[in-house]
């Protein structure tokens, strides 16, 4: 079965820096997607960013990039020059196939200091 | 604006006294989703509609039932809430199948058991 870790439960960030969230997944399927979705508090769940597997290219969106490392089973998110509405919980989330059923990694919440 | 609307937000109900959760979409979706999202948990898929086509997850427990009368409304009966059912639960649409399709999520209704 298919997992996403996220083994950083909480990370805090400066405005105007840059942080780093890391993920981790496990799966024997070849082709599948990774996904970053950003939830604020009390607030709807947004795609932040999305990485096809089969290309090599990392995704970028503005100022948020991923660092995708399949053979590591890895899947980073960048967040440049942060600011104060970057403040959310952050999901790392995996589909494999055509069912488009997402499984999420248990989140990492942002805090963004002034 | 196009948009995916979950009422009540916030839902509380008697131990054993059934509950229904609404989803409505404006986005004309052919895929309707619920997630149940624990508190510091992931969320977690509990069935989804693709059309009328119905598909539960193995492991969705038989307290839970869902309901698409049409297109734009889906809705989550809990029959007999018990405390572990405690929860946000997400309500999320897609264009189709397929991991391409991007997922867009409403606010979430959180259900508490007293």
């Known amino acids: 079965a298919q997992t996403v870790t996220q083994s950083q439960p909480e990370m805090s960030v400066q405005e105007a820096e840059t942080v780093t969230l890391s993920c981790t997944y496990d799966?024997?399927?070849?082709?599948?997607?990774l996904f970053w979705y950003k939830q604020p508090p009390s607030r709807q769940m947004i795609l932040v960013i999305r990485?096809?597997?089969?290309?090599?290219q990392n995704a970028t969106e503005n100022r948020f990039s991923v660092n995708f490392q399949k053979a590591a089973k890895s899947f980073s998110l960048k967040i440049s020059d942060s600011q104060l509405g970057d403040a959310a919980m952050y999901f790392c989330?995996?589909?494999?196939?055509?069912?488009?059923?997402?499984?999420f990694g248990t989140g990492t919440l942002l805090a963004v200091q002034p | 604006d196009a948009m995916v609307i979950q009422n009540p937000r916030y839902q509380v109900t008697q131990f054993g006294k059934p509950v229904t959760l609404s989803c409505s979409q404006t986005?004309?979706?052919?895929?309707m989703y619920w997630y149940q999202q624990k508190s510091s948990q992931a969320p977690k898929l509990l069935f989804h509609?693709?059309?009328?086509?119905?598909?539960n997850e193995a492991d969705t427990p038989d307290n839970f039932q869902s309901r698409r009368p049409n297109t734009s409304f889906c809705f989550l009966d809990i029959r007999s809430p018990g405390l572990g059912d405690a929860a946000m639960y997400l309500c999320?649409?897609?264009?189709?199948?397929?991991?391409?399709?991007?997922?867009?999520f409403g606010p979430g209704t959180r259900l508490t058991v007293l």
């Open positions: 986005l004309n979706h052919n895929v």
């Open positions: 989330a995996y589909d494999g196939g055509a069912t488009n059923k997402l499984i």
């Open positions: 509609y693709y059309d009328k086509d119905f598909n």
């Open positions: 999320a649409t897609s264009r189709g199948k397929g991991s391409y399709n991007e997922q867009f």
């Open positions: 990485q096809e597997a089969y290309k090599q």
């Open positions: 799966t024997s399927e070849s082709d599948y997607y």
